[in-house]
Every structure is written in structure tokens, then in C-alpha cells.
């Protein structure tokens, strides 16, 4: 929705064309299935031109194509006070033997939490667009690139449920959110290790301190984090290193404090993190 | 999109939730496929309570238990200056020997054209839901809930397709623009006979002449029309029957002039309907 998702003066019409779609590949991606088909509606007023509209469908195709999805239908509504762009992705988890779909309801005391990449990035790419704050160029090109133009880790989802792990999700409301949502589905404690956090470099360049605020918290991370059994979980980090994806062990999974996420600091102290995730309805 | 396709003043929460699915339901119908699950994604703003939004869900899951319709999921986001909901459809045809999915490309010259149901009641409601005119108490309520609780034709879909039917479509875009729809994809010219038009009585009753117009080019009319060869024809209007549904054999497809709905009437005079049908981007 523009104005609440997107403002059309800090995204390209490509970009917010791969982003429709990247968005929820991630869904798809966190369950470790295999997309397939995508439906769009769009809800259109006079901020888009048609120009404009043939070049978000470039962006569209070229994520379905990097992501072998095909764009089947859709609808095309009038919607004169508010723009926006909605897909339904259909997907499957093949019956092949590696498992079930990932959930967030899986997790058990005793397994290791780990995420995939580096973290901060896409909130950090947000507060350099909105200008907020400043940054060399190296690290706005990436920042801008991680917000606008992220890249679902969908092989990765496939080759988590294939190594045998069970929970799984992306982190698009935030590291410390999600795994939140974890900790309540599954009914356990999750205890994060603040000093393993990967913050990604160009968000320590420029946001210093408050850069691990962004790694923690941040949203629109499509990122994968996931939690399973050390034997599982050393499976799951050898087949990410074999496709080249970064993986970090982050902290583990504990019986209580039941629906809750601490964090630990490195001299030892430690609190439960009370602040949530994005809101979906605060504007 | 409130105040594009429904207005709060004239249509409850529970017949919205029951139309979001319901015209969906129709365009699985249009193909003669079974639908199975939907996803749901709600545009909130102030305009929706808590409560209201229950007694959607209410109105949707009705409509999804009458046509075993599974909701599954959907996503929430705020949508500060246009509540909309978005509706997205998964459905299938059978591999039952009972033939493909009907479409709107395959009409054929000497193929004769046919309508379920009765027309004009769902413009005619919404111009009594507006109060730009008037009728008995009975012709509104029959009206009101043609405009606003739909019927889509799933069962009759899916028997035209068994009766070997193979070009169907649903005439939410009026019955005039949506068979021009036929006549081009198919490359066939179309000719309705005025007389024939199953104009609905209520409409008869309380717009008289106008009535007429609304048949023809009313839209949100969630009625099929379809053609076949006339010994197909006649084991559909048998297939129909069987359902209790009514079934009006309105026209036949010509092989010129190609692109065209010619409307013949009763004096002999014959006509090309320039006039189109619903525009989605006309607001």
C-alpha cells in the first residue's frame, strides 16, 4: 500500500515490481516449499502511468524467472485513494521424503537457533532512503539494495527442510519478533547471545551502536532464521555453506521461560525483550 | 475497494464477506472447476471495527462452507485511506474424461448462446440500494440481495462442462460486454435476440422499459452465458434443469462480422452493440 508499505519518490517501479513478488517467496521459502504460481491484483489510481506499470512488470517477471514463478492472473481494480499491489502465491512442498513444511510451532528445548546472512540491513537501507542518516556510497548502494530489492532465500528454505530441520521462518517483522512468534507457538524460551548477532558491516559503518538495534529489531529481513537439534543443526550449516550462504548460530532454544526471548549481554547480564515486532496495524 | 465496489451504507458486513468470495466463486464457475481454498487479504482502516470484521468473516465463511471453500490463510495490512479486501482463488478441474476447462475462445459459428437465470437484478438492486428508485418491498429485498449476496454458479459450471459445453464465461461485466469478450477472443460475431432476453420480473416490475437495458448491459450479474452446438445445447439446458436452474437460449454465434454482438429486434432491425461493458479503471 503506497504510503504505508513503498513511497514511490524511494523505490524504482522495477524494484517495487521484484519486491511484490520477493516478499512472499520468503512465505514460501521459511516453509521450505517450492513456488509455482502468483496472482496480482492491482489497485490503481493516477500514480502510476502505464510506463510505469510495464516496468513494475519487469521487476515482477524478473524475480518469477530467477524463482521459477510464473504469474498466471490477477485482477486490476480502480482504487483512487491509495495504490496498491497485492500477490497470492501458490507453492508446494513436494512429498520427497526431506520432511514436512518448516513451522514456528516445532521448536524444542535443547535445539540451537541460527539465522541465515547478515542482519540490519534492510532497516538500515530504509532510514538512508528516508535521509535520516548518511552513509558512503558502497554502503547506501547495498543498504538501498537490501531494502528495495531483497533477495527470498527460497534454495535455502529447501535445503533447510532437506537437512531434517523442522522450524523454520523469515524474520520480515524483525529478528527479536519473530522469534517471539517461535517462542509463544512452540511454548519454549528462546535465549539470544547479543554478541553473535551478524550485523552487517556496512550497518555497523554507518549506524554504529544503534546498528544492533536494527539487526535485532529491524524489519522487512528476509532472512531465514530456523532452530533445530545440534546434529540437525550442523547438517543445515554444511548444506548453506555449500550454497554459498552465511549461517550464524545465535543463541538456543530453553523450556522457560515459556513464550518469552532474553537476551544476553557480554558481561553476563541479561533481560527479556519486551518490545514486539512490526505492528501491522499502527500507521 | 470501499466506495469503487461497495459503499458501508448499502451492503452489511456479512453480505460483504459473503460477496468477497462469491464473486471469486463465479470465475471458478466460469470454468466449469471445483474451487478448494482461498486466501484473504484485508486493507483496514477506521471504517472497520473489530466487530465488523467478525461478522465479515461470518459472511465469508458462509459462503465458503456453501461451496467447499477452504480459507487458508491471507495476510492484514493497513490501508490508512482505502479499506479493501482482496480475494484470491484456488480451484481445479478434474482430470474426469469430462473435458477441459471451459473458456471464451472457443465459440463457433452455428454454436447457439445461452444464459442461466434471469437478468438485470443485480444493477437493478444496486439503483434501489442508491435510492434513485423505487419498488414494492418485495422486488427490494429480492433485488438488494441479487446486488449484494451473489449466487455463483459452481454447480452449474462444472454440469455445462460435463454436457460437453467448452465456452462459458460469468457476465459480472454486463451480458453485452462480456459475449463482445467471446466474440473477440473466439473471432466470431455474436446475435442476440432482443425478445428472448430473460429480463428479470422484479426488474420488469419496478424499471419497466429500462429494465431491458440493465439485462443487457448491467454488470455484477453473476449468471453464465455459454454457447455449444445445438445437440450439446440441449443436453445442457437438460443438465440445468436437472439443477432446477433455469437456462434461456438467447442467440446464436455467426461467422461475421467477426468482434461483434449484434442485438436483433423484434421488428426485424439489427444492430451492433457499440456500448461496452463494465470499465475497470472508469472511476
Known amino acids: ?106 521448536a524444542r528445548p535443547g535445539d540451537l537457533v541460527a539465522v541465515t ?41 529447501f535445503a533447510l527442510r532437506a537437512s531434517g530441520v523442522q522450524t523454520a521462518l523469515d524474520i520480515s517483522d524483525g529478528l527479536a519478533g519473530d522469534l517471539g512468534h517461535v517462542a509463544r507457538l512452540s511454548h519454549v524460551g528462546i535465549r539470544l547471545a547479543a554478541q553473535e548477532l551478524p550485523v552487517h558491516p556496512f550497518v555497523r559503518e554507518a549506524f ?3 546498528g544492533f538495534g536494527l539487526a535485532l529489531f529491524g524489519g522487512e529481513e528476509y532472512e531465514l532464521a530456523f532452530t533445530a537439534p545440534p546434529r540437525v543443526m550442523s547438517l543445515a550449516c554444511s548444506a548453506l555453506g555449500r550454497l554459498g550462504t552465511g549461517v550464524t548460530v545465535v543463541g538456543e532454544v530453553l523450556a522457560e521461560p515459556a513464550g518469552k526471548v532474553l537476551l544476553t549481554r557480554p558481561d553476563g547480564s541479561e533481560e527479556a525483550i519486551e518490545r514486539g515486532g512490526y505492528d501491522h496495524l499502527r500507521v
Chains 1, 2 share one sequence.
Not at 548518511?134 to 534454495?155: G, I
Open 1 to 106: 500500500v503506497e504510503d504505508v508499505h513503498f513511497r514511490l519518490s524511494t523505490i524504482t517501479w522495477e524494484e517495487l515490481g521484484w519486491k511484490s513478488l520477493a516478499v512472499n517467496l520468503s512465505d514460501i521459502a521459511a516453509m521450505g516449499g517450492q513456488p509455482r504460481y502468483a496472482l496480482l491484483t492491482l489497485g490503481l489510481n493516477d500514480s502510476a502511468s502505464v510506463e510505469d506499470l510495464q516496468t513494475y512488470a519487469r521487476g515482477l517477471a524478473s524475480a518469477g524467472r530467477e524463482f521459477s514463478t510464473i504469474i498466471v492472473g490477477g485482477d486490476i481494480v480502480a482504487s483512487p485513494k491509495a495504490l496498491f499491489f497485492t500477490v497470492a502465491l501458490y507453492g508446494l512442498v513436494p512429498e520427497d521424503g526431506m520432511g514436512p513444511p518448516m513451522t514456528r510451532s516445532s
Open 117 to 157: 546472512g547478515e542482519l540490519g540491513k534492510s532497516a538500515a537501507g530504509l532510514r538512508l532512503l528516508s535521509g535520516t542518516h548518511s552513509a558512503s556510497a558502497e554502503a547506501l548502494a547495498a543498504l538501498r539494495q537490501a531494502h528495495n530489492r531483497p533477495r527470498p532465500r527460497v534454495k535455502e528454505g
Open 208 to 210: 554504529g551502536e544503534e
